[in-house]
């Protein structure tokens, strides 16, 4: 690949992380200020309806009418003014509905940017993770230009509680919308073929289930979202009761993890293939909750700060590589269908299940002590959940993608690979 294109990729990563960074992180506070707390958890929602909405759909335009960046363009560019809107508004309903729709713009191209880089590549499992790490790095700025510029440029004691962020939001998601007008051409591979009921509900990426393993890794996929979805929404809960100061800041160290870990990720592929990657990732969930469960802020604050720096390990090997495992098992015609197939699954309905769940537990161990809940039991439960869907990954699932792989080397890089 060349080097102006990796550069055109990795900005493009950047600015895809650096809209969400921006917004999603300090929504709640803002929600709070402006007493729209009844609707927190709806909002935090849209997020997950809208990968369950928009990505087949949108897919499978990309698949068959448009080029790739057009589509990007367009819904960065429709995102910029609903998220302009979404700041200006100071009704609690409209509010949730036009967040929905910027949701519903916005998701899909997380499978879209994936479907356009791993498009340009000849050796994904090399070449992706260095171009995505670029978006870690996006996510990782936007919190520190929402955290450091306040006092030099609003005035303002903090801009977390403002409607500024999505402000910042929607100036570079209209900045990106351009920007994906000078991408790499990535036409339509389906274009011109005849459209039916089966094309719009995404049915081509469906048909996948029929490969065993195929269904097997969605499956654990979908399961391991669940428990996963515990540590999203209530980790900064869960540091800040037990004592841990500037909890916000501290877990950006999970996120310096994961430049460092997406960084040596072809390192791991040749050595260890798909499923080990995976397997390790899902494991990785496993070590995270009992670094929580039994960690603490005095003498065991170590085990608290190992929990969040897995996040390397917890979100490279595990999302990451089934991205890359997708676009190799899918049909180069429904590549952009079968990684919305995968969002939908994962970031969609796992995530949305796993977070109605969280809700309950939480509020089941909720304490009257000075910690307001019992944080030992919440985090065991994600925890056994996440190793029983690993051990079931671990026995039912053969990574063939990497067994022909090593059959078409030599026989010395082939022992390597082993």
């Given at each position: 690949?060349q ?5 055109q990729l990795s ?9 969400w ?5 300090t929504?709640?506070?803002y929600?709070t ?10 909002a935090y929602s849209t ?5 369950i909405?928009?990505p087949?759909?949108?897919g499978?335009?990309a ?5 790739t960046e057009k589509v990007?363009?367009i819904?960065?560019?429709?995102g910029?003014v609903l ?6 508004i100071?009704?609690s309903?409209v509010?949730?509905?036009?967040l929905l729709g910027?949701?519903?713009c916005y998701?899909?191209t997380l499978?879209?940017?994936n ?7 000849s050796?994904?499992?090399k070449?992706?993770?260095p171009?995505r790490?670029l978006g ?7 919190g ?6 306040p006092?030099s ?12 962020p999505?402000k910042?939001?929607a100036g570079?998601?209209l ?7 000078t991408?790499?051409h990535?036409p ?7 459209v ?7 049915l081509d990426?469906l048909?996948?289930l029929r ?5 097997i890794?969605?499956?654990?996929s979908?399961l391991i ?10 980790a900064?809960?869960f540091?800040g009761?037990v004592?841990?100061?500037n909890?916000?800041?501290k877990m950006?160290?999970g ?5 460092f870990?997406m960084?040596v990720?072809?390192f791991?592929?040749v050595?260890l293939?798909?499923?080990?990657m995976?397997l390790v990732g899902m494991?990785?969930?496993?070590a ?17 700060y190992?929990g969040?720096?897995?996040h390397?390990?917890c979100y490279?090997?595990f ?8 676009d190799k098992?899918a049909p180069k015609?429904?590549?952009s269908?079968?990684?919305g ?9 796992g995530?949305i299940?796993?977070?109605l ?10 304490t ?6 019992n944080w030992?039991?919440i ?7 996440a190793?029983?869907?690993?051990i079931?990954f671990?026995?039912l699932?053969?990574d ?19």
């Amino acid at each position: 690949m060349q080097s102006k294109v990796k550069a055109q990729l990795s900005a493009m990563m950047f600015l895809e992380f650096f809209i969400w960074g921006a917004w999603y992180v300090t929504m709640w506070k803002y929600l709070t200020a402006v007493n729209f707390d009844n609707i927190i958890g709806l909002a935090y929602s849209t997020t997950g309806i809208a990968a369950i909405i928009s990505p087949l759909f949108i897919g499978m335009i990309a698949d068959r009418f448009f080029a790739t960046e057009k589509v990007l363009a367009i819904l960065h560019i429709a995102g910029a003014v609903l998220m302009f809107a979404v700041s200006e508004i100071s009704n609690s309903t409209v509010f949730f509905w036009v967040l929905l729709g910027y949701a519903v713009c916005y998701m899909p191209t997380l499978a879209l940017t994936n479907s356009i880089s791993l498009c340009q590549m000849s050796d994904p499992e090399k070449e992706f993770p260095p171009i995505r790490v670029l978006g870690t790095i996006g996510w990782i700025i936007a919190g520190l230009i929402i955290g450091f510029m306040p006092e030099s440029i609003s005035g303002l004691s903090t801009i977390e509680n403002t409607s500024i962020p999505m402000k910042i939001a929607a100036g570079a998601s209209l900045i990106m919308g351009f920007y994906c007008l000078t991408l790499p051409h990535t036409p339509p591979p389906s274009a011109g073929k005849k459209v039916s009921v089966r094309d719009v509900l995404g049915l081509d990426a469906l048909k996948m289930l029929r490969d065993p393993q195929f269904a097997i890794f969605l499956i654990c996929s979908f399961l391991i979202c669940i428990p996963l979805a515990f540590y999203y929404q209530s980790a900064n809960g869960f540091l800040g009761e037990v004592g841990v100061e500037n909890a916000a800041g501290k877990m950006t160290l999970g996120q310096a993890s994961e430049f460092f870990f997406m960084l040596v990720m072809p390192f791991f592929f040749v050595r260890l293939g798909v499923k080990k990657m995976l397997l390790v990732g899902m494991l990785a969930w496993v070590a995270r909750y009992l670094m929580f469960a039994f960690g603490n802020s005095g003498s065991l604050v170590f085990m608290l700060y190992i929990g969040i720096m897995l996040h390397g390990i917890c979100y490279d090997f595990f999302f990451v590589t089934g991205q890359i495992y997708v676009d190799k098992k899918a049909p180069k015609e429904i590549r952009s269908s079968a990684q919305g197939f995968l969002a939908l699954i994962t970031l969609g309905l796992g995530m949305i299940i796993g977070s109605l769940i969280n809700g309950k537990v939480t509020r089941y161990y909720e304490t009257a002590g000075d910690i307001g809940h019992n944080w030992k039991m919440i985090w065991l439960i994600p925890c056994i959940m996440a190793g029983v869907v690993a051990i079931l990954f671990g026995i039912l699932f053969k990574d063939e993608i990497s067994a022909k792989r090593v059959q078409n080397q030599p026989t010395g890089a082939a022992n390597e690979f082993k």
